[in-house]
């Protein structure tokens, strides 16, 4: 180790301790070399050299702050908060690029990791249940879900029996259960054991008490392709069968038909926005606009309602607020 | 600080006096030795002298450094609880060799 590889050890010093000290401790670099030759000695000089920076450059920080902290005036004499100033140096541009690329560089590793399918598995040892990042998508949801779409649903649900809208876990009924004129609380998240990992559960109420309840399986992340199922039934509840059911999208045109109990099942639906559209007698009876596929509940129930075919509005909507409940396509 | 104790000395010297005080068993660093420098010199323990008259021409530039009279009060009492802990090491027969 050179002298002049010292003095670039000696930047890593606080800028205080070098304006006063820097000279001094290259000088003593200077007697240290002239006075220890030879192998072994030299070697230990370095030895002591890097031991040195690893031991007094924590120390020198903390003298260093230590005295201007002491030094600075009482900075809330009056309750004014104040900062005080650690290092008189300016940051340097070539600091500024080093820090500038290397932020820039994780976020830009961070976004690459985040596109990668592997960032979405299960971690080893975490029971196979999900992968952080739906483990925090799962956690966000839960904290923020009830609480809003609580203070939607209420107006529109003021229909609705005694009981709505309590915060009390609402168990996903059977399949051709009774339909939600029974104590339907307002859209709350429970979490299932769905297919393809974690998914979280979500109910909303209805104000008809001849409308069926959609019982949405929400899967917590995109995936891709993604599966659809679910049962197309009347307002009496009685099972639609041989309809049609589209969905449209940048994709192409998926067609399921409902077998005899109203059954209906895609299986893999490419990522993307659907139109969906049933078909039934040989006309077109109801629509979704818009709906992500991402989002798509499966299974899931669905109500046609008399009246031809009516525009739905966003799928979306639908899920988070009942004033914007579906008129055809009951839910 | 008690290297500063009979002479005043810059910062090289205090280095090799403090490694011949320990047998040579500590070596300081210039980092180590001039931030514990810094840190005696805020807390008033040493002060900087000018350079004696005696010295060599190329030791112009260095600083000197010398024990202030709070600073050898501190040193003493220092050396004096340490003092107290080797005298009940003796009474307690724990030390062996030189220090008994």
Redesign the interface.
Known sequence: MSEKMYTRLVRL?PSR?RQ??E???L???R??LSDETGFFKRCRLYC??V???L???P??YR??YA?IE?ASPSPNAEGIPSFSVLDEEPLGRGSILLGGTLSLATVVIFGFLLSRSFAYLPVPGSNGRMSPIEAVVERLNQATTPDTLMGETEGASKSTPAGVGERQPWPRPAAGASPSKSNAPALLPQRGNGVGGQRQTASIPTQDPNERSLYLRMPSIAREPSAWRGVLADLSGQPVRSAEIHLIGGHGELMARTAEDGSFAFSEVPSGNYEVTVVFGGREVAYLKEMDVSTIPAPSRLTLASGGRRPLGLLYNTMHSARHRAEGLSI | MLALADDDLHGYAIMRRVEEQTGKRIRLGPGTLYGSIQALLEGKLIEEVDRPEDTEVSSERRRYYKLTVTGRKVARSEAEKMADVLRVARTRKILRGDYV
């Open positions: 010093y301790f006063k000290y000279r001094e401790v000088q003593l670099i007697d240290r002591d050299l031991a040195d920076v031991v007094g450059l120390q020198t003298n260093s005295a002491a």
